[in-house]
């Protein structure tokens, strides 16, 4: 049995071979937009990925396609002309295999294979949830050896990454995997980074921040005094794109009307290494798509592995550790972005959620969710009084409204 591809793309930075056999995507080294792309028009397939090139690229790649529930696979240092990439590669820790050429056919015809990823909602799994050794079982063992509660989290979500990490052991029964995980503290790891993945990047929806600039940061701006801070906080940050996006915007707005009011933005995530790579702030090439020309050359320096955001674009957001179920809010907040974060929680928690935004933010003060994130489970209008929604898209012309 061979690996036929009917199909392939390429150019400088990106190749692509799909493989019928199989029903699933290879990339190597690709565009992180690129992929993004192809995974919004090829939903119902899984993706398999090699990553062999920089390091940042490595993470933010595999990062998009361990989220989208793909295979990340890395050469053998041991076995490849220039060692140093896909040891970086696998640096990151979000390598599922590492093995030599001649090994990867059989990983990439074996996982497509699975229950999981051949399409739907494998039986052994959602039978076993309830059970011993079942999907709350998995949790409680992910909580006492990470210190992370995913119980909060909606149980589809939390079903695929189980599913995933179960595709990759080649084991479709819920209770085999949760002995797994008793005898391998690693596979504990490597599900709790599957679980804390969530792929973001620049400017996301463009719109969205296109009205958000003009529905809320520039009225904020106008309104501060000279030494007034503006106040920002990005719940569920991830890497940092959204950050360094929205106090891009902030800075621009404030050079167009000539103030000189203080900025401070507060970006926070459970994942250490996440806020790690967001405070140095380096970027793959793939980036230039998203930010566009204008803003690279005023925002970012070109460094060898890509673009590193600038020093006072840096120094501006501060980046930090806080479990938004559990940890104290910030407050007197003028913007809180949450675009990432919610459609991840349970309803009861969202719930919960209502009196910690309303606390953090001030009178007049907005909050911007994403496109996927309704505003039916932010209770009524008497929790919000003169405070703002502000999502994308708008379900009333001007991008602001409030539950009745």
Known sequence: M??????????????????????????????????????????????????????????LGARAVRGAGGLVIAQDPQTAQFGDMPRSAVATGLVDFVLSPNRMPEALLTYPWHPYVRGGEPEAVLEGTGKPGGLQDILSLVMTQRGRDFRFYKKSMVLRRVERRMGLHRISDVARYYDLLRQDTDEVTQLFKDLLINVTSFFRDTEAFKDLRQKAIAPLVRSKQADEPLRIWIAGCSSGEEAYSLAMLMMEEIT???????????????????????RQGIYPESIAVDVGPERLSRFFIRE???????????????????????????????????????????????????????????????????????????GRRSHWTGRNILFYPSKEKGGITMPD
């Not at 507060?266 to 806020?275: C, K, R």
């Not at 809010?329 to 990432?340: E, H, Q, T, V, Y």
Request: proline share 4%; charged share 20%; aromatic share 12%.
């Open 2 to 59: 061979s690996f036929r591809p009917i199909s392939t793309w390429r150019s400088a930075k990106e190749f692509c071979t799909w493989s019928s056999l199989s029903n699933m995507a290879v990339f190597e080294c690709p565009s992180i937009s690129s992929f993004a792309h192809w995974r919004r028009t090829a939903r119902n397939v899984r993706s398999a990925s090699s990553f062999l090139g920089q390091v940042r690229m490595g993470t």
């Open 256 to 278: 167009e009307v000539r103030k000189n009011c203080p900025m401070q933005v507060f970006a926070t995530d459970i994942d250490e290494e996440a806020l790690e790579f967001a």
């Open 304 to 378: 060898d592995q890509g673009y590193q955001v600038s020093k006072s674009l840096r120094k501006s957001v501060v980046f930090t550790v806080q479990n938004l179920i559990t940890d104290p809010p910030f407050s007197k907040m003028d913007l809180i972005s949450c675009r990432n974060l919610l459609i991840y929680l349970d309803t009861d928690t969202q719930q919960k959620l209502i009196p910690l935004f309303t606390f953090a933010l001030n009178p007049g003060g907005y909050l911007f969710l994403g496109k996927s994130e309704g505003i039916g489970g932010l």
